[in-house]
């Protein structure tokens, strides 16, 4: 095991409260007591998933705030209704085609898409027999539920909270909006005739990059994957891999009888993901709308994500038996929805709610904003037709 570049706390980024600091510290020092008992260093999978899962103290299980204007990140449902009123239409194909069905939403963040989306199915005549929002932070869970108590208390009792996957399988939908890209992931180094695993360890009470020998699993996953991009990395070439994304996907094929699974996430295919020129990665740390790269950075208090490999996923989905049904960016997506017939409406609106909702459909669907970077993946189990969001530009075969 050899060590490597030691990271500071950044100065740039502004300095979290007291009470915020002192949970940091324990998270901190919880860390460090694993480091030590695991001789000195640990994947940065478990580093992740304690920095933000640990209870009571990570980035989800613990209380900070995480969305909108004082939080670290806004998400495309909290950026605009319009987001999660398109996703009603793809649902609405969907519930119209399976008989008495129901959504499960993963991370459902502060609730805000499920209130639009039922709002919008209500609209339609189409609710689900229940909304099921597996949550595994308790303080999203609270917030959640104030939001829908005070937002749509006629359709809240539709909506379970679920600690686990359902024990019964279901008909229907499940949606995951920006939760790939909170699974653990490894960390990887190409050198020299092979690969090293980028650990995390201690040195004079500050966390390091270490690099330890890439073996089983991770060293077999690395070897195929490049032979599947018919192509060597490059030297000291870093990035991750998630090498649990078949596990993941087959606890939610195994819950769902018939339906689809609609994932929404940032990410590329294998090509781009592991492009050479992508040489660091896609790891990204948000705090207060500040975006770094420092995973140090006050443990607990900040996001920690990476892009989403779709090859990936697509594969796993392939492997357990799943149809892939539809590839596209955020942009073609919402289009193919309906979005347009949103908007027939904006001419008549005064000008700064027209300024607005302008705004909101540019972030949402420009290339430079979330319209490219921003991927929809469906995968679905036992049902034919095509969807309405794939209808505009399929890209299955980029994948
Ligand atoms: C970036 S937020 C996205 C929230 C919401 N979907 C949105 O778009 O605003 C990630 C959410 O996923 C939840 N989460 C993280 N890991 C999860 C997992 N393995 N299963 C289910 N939810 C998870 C978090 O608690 C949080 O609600």
Known sequence: MTQSKQLN???ALPVPEKEALLQSKKLLQRIKDVIEEQDGAIGFDQYMSMVLYEPGLGYYSGGSRKFGADGDFVTA???SSLFSQCLAFQCAQVLVELNSSSILELGAGTGVMARDLMLELEKLALLPEAYFILEVSA???QRQQELLNE???HLVDRVVWLDSLPENKFTGLILANEILDALVVKRFKKVSGGFKELKIGLKEDNLFWTEDDADGELGNRLKQLEKELSYSLPENYISEININTKKWL?????????GVMLFIDYGYSAADYYHPDRSDGSLLCHYRHHVHSDPFFYPGLQDI????NFTDVAECADSLGLHVQGYTNQAYFLFGCGLEKLLTDIASLDIKSHTEITQQVR???MPEEMGERFKVIALTKDLEPGLIGFSIMDQRNRL
Do not use: F, M, Y
């Open 9 to 11: 706390i950044n100065p």
């Open 77 to 79: 449902p909290e950026l």
């Open 139 to 141: 303080d999203l869970k």
């Open 151 to 153: 937002s749509i208390p």
């Open 250 to 258: 087959s606890g939610l094929e195994a819950s769902l009888q018939r």
């Open 305 to 308: 994500t990476t892009s989403v």
């Open 363 to 365: 972030k949402l669907t």
